[in-house]
């Protein structure tokens, strides 16, 4: 089961209030598709996704990076909860059971849309890295340290529905 | 996952930007890591202070970036010009390969820190590429 420390709750809580995800979720996912293209398999309905350019003028992989934020946000309010809810927002929300809080996205991200595990992985290094270019000096070793914590939490649910 | 010529130019231009901070930044990775990932502390069994400002860690943070700094001259060629520091990772530190990619991230993001609008997407990839392709130079004698 996974402790969370008042303090890593507020840090987290922290970083959420202060994301802008209209701007961020665009970003997010224009970094993830240029830094790991092979990511671009899941995306064929997405259209242009041949340069760089096209990926950042591509309405569709930006309104997929605010779903994203979405979901990571609901985690973080359902700490402490256990409503079944959709999008990543759910795992700030329900910090207490993002298991069982992701059951339905694990399923659907394992069958649907097969997308393989390792990909969470890289998605997760790339927000670390739209929030360090944001947050910057902010982005204390003890914030980084509260985030991926939490974000391997949310992996791990993610993956969980995969066996 | 090899270098491309445009990668080498995005690398060569971003480090010419940054490296009268190369020390700090160094430092600031190395910290990020001992913190982030406290099991890398392994490798330090003799050390008193893990924090940010540490002696220890600023002097490491400069060896580590002093080399990778070095190899940005020596893309063309990783593997043959690292070869010591290969060795010497093989035999002496016996790192486990797992930390290459532990330190890159925290390098990535120090840089994301500090460099908010030089480390476009398009230097992330390549600075990445990079990092990849000194790790994989620096393990090559490992087996």
Do not use: A, E, H, M
């Given at each position: 089961m996974v402790v969370w420390t008042d303090q890593e709750r507020a840090f987290i809580q922290d970083i959420f209030s202060k994301l802008n995800y209209e701007d961020a979720g665009p970003e997010l996912y224009c970094r993830v598709l240029i830094v790991?293209?092979?990511?671009?398999?899941?995306?064929?309905?997405?259209?242009?996704?041949?340069?760089a350019e096209a990926i950042k003028s591509n309405p569709m992989v930006a309104a997929h990076g605010i779903v994203v934020l979405h979901g990571l946000d609901k985690a973080m309010k359902n700490m402490d909860d256990i409503t079944v809810l959709k999008g990543l927002e759910k795992a700030l929300k329900n910090m207490d059971n993002i298991k069982n809080t992701f059951t339905a996205l694990s399923e659907l991200h394992s069958e649907?849309?097969?997308?393989?595990?390792g990909n969470f992985q890289l998605l997760g290094d790339c927000l670390t890295v739209v929030l360090a270019r944001r947050m910057t000096t902010d982005f204390t070793p003890d914030i980084q340290a509260a985030w991926q914590k939490f974000l391997s939490v949310v992996i791990s649910a993610l993956t969980r529905q995969y066996y | 996952m090899s270098l491309t010529a445009k990668d080498k130019a995005f690398v060569k231009a971003f480090w010419g930007k940054i490296s009268d901070q190369a020390d700090a930044i160094g430092q600031e990775a190395v910290g990020r890591m001992l913190i982030v990932?406290?099991?890398?502390?392994?490798?330090?069994?003799?050390?008193t202070d893990f924090s940010l400002d540490s002696p220890q860690v600023k002097k490491h943070g400069k060896t580590v970036m002093s080399a990778i700094t070095d190899a940005v001259g020596k893309m063309d060629d990783l593997i043959g010009e690292m070869s010591s520091l290969s060795d010497l990772h093989a035999t002496?530190?016996?790192?486990?390969?797992v930390n290459f990619k532990i330190l890159s991230h925290n390098i990535l993001v120090t840089l994301a820190v500090h460099f908010p609008t030089d480390f476009t997407a398009e230097v992330h990839v390549a600075v990445d590429k990079f990092l990849a392709a000194v790790s994989a130079a620096i393990a090559d004698k490992y087996r």
């Open positions: 790991y293209p092979w990511t671009q398999r899941y995306f064929g309905g997405f259209g242009n996704l041949y340069s649907k849309l097969q997308v393989d595990p | 990932y406290p099991q890398t502390k392994i490798y330090f069994p003799d050390w002496k530190v016996r790192l486990d390969p």
